[in-house]
């Protein structure tokens, strides 16, 4: 007995309902969407501030070509040394106690601890609130009159402090407040970096008799040095655009003890209108972050 199969051998369709068109690369479909997002909201914003700085233009008038006028407009300028002055020592003050902090805590979080978990969890919440919310809270915390934070100096018998209506204590402040809430991230990271370090040049160290301070000076900190240079690049880019935390507790006072370049242009885009020596502004803000982030990362580069 014979058995016959037949198969269906006809030619399959040229193309599939839904697929590409034949000679379209799949990468521009799927590409597509994304780089029309980046060209409307990223690109297409920084041309047009250039654009901007090339102008003077006030809020409701027109366009008037000065060239670099606006640059040299902000080379004479004192509150533009001003806010740069304020912006790079809020950075330094905020960075160093950040990573030290962060180094501190996040070895301490290494080490076998029962209440290990628990602590990662209360150390999320810092960094996880919003900046708006963390402003407001110190705000009322170190109101001069009626503060908690003074009510408990005045207890322990220590003077009372003016914190953020102070000229000279305005910047350590606000660099503290950043540090409160943005080292439990560098705590993590360096968490990461400690719980990834190999265990044999520990072993091979105290075999010969190595100290626990030479172990973190020889080999642990050596060894953290590009896990610390990726929390420094993270927190650069924020430290030197600081804005919402100092908006809300200050708004670049008492005077201009606080005024940083982010709060200076804003003051200069939307309080006097000047838009066209706003983005100049912005955009000497975002040469200096780029130069820090190029700086950081090229040594974390050559380190590594």
Do not use: C
Request: overall charge positive.
């Amino acid at each position: 007995m014979t058995v016959s199969h037949r198969f269906d051998v006809r030619p399959a369709p040229a193309a599939v309902r839904g697929a590409p068109r034949r000679g379209v690369p799949p990468a521009v479909w799927l590409l597509g969407p994304a780089l029309a997002f980046v060209i409307v909201l990223t690109v297409f914003p920084f041309l047009y501030a250039i654009y901007l700085s090339l102008n003077r233009f006030v809020f409701g008038g027109t366009p008037t070509f000065v060239g670099l006028g606006n640059y040299a407009a902000m080379l004479r300028d004192p509150l533009f040394w001003t806010g740069l002055r304020v912006t790079l020592v809020l950075y330094v003050l905020a960075l160093a106690a950040q990573l030290a902090l962060g180094l501190y805590v996040g070895m301490l979080l290494h080490r076998a601890l029962r209440a290990a978990r628990f602590l990662r969890t209360i150390l999320l919440a810092p960094f996880a609130m919003p900046s708006v919310a963390v402003g407001m809270m110190w705000l009322i915390l170190l109101d001069p009159s009626f503060g908690s934070v003074n009510y408990l100096l005045h207890l322990a018998g220590l003077p009372k402090s003016l914190f953020l209506a102070s000229p000279s204590l305005v910047v350590p402040t606000l660099a503290a407040i950043d540090t409160w809430q943005w080292t439990p991230f560098v705590a993590l990271i360096v968490l990461g970096g400690l719980q990834s370090l190999p265990a044999d040049p520990y072993e091979a160290a105290v075999v010969d008799g190595a100290s626990p301070a030479q172990l973190f000076r020889f080999i642990t900190l050596p060894l953290l040095r590009p896990s610390l240079l990726a929390a420094a690049i993270l927190r650069s880019v924020d430290l030197l655009r600081f804005f919402d935390t100092v908006y809300i507790t200050t708004q670049g006072g008492p005077g201009n003890a606080s005024t940083t370049l982010n709060i200076y242009a804003y003051q200069q885009g939307f309080q006097f209108f000047e838009l066209g020596y706003a983005s100049a502004l912005m955009l000497v803000l975002l040469l200096a972050v780029f130069a820090v982030v190029t700086g950081l990362t090229t040594l974390r580069r050559a380190i590594a």
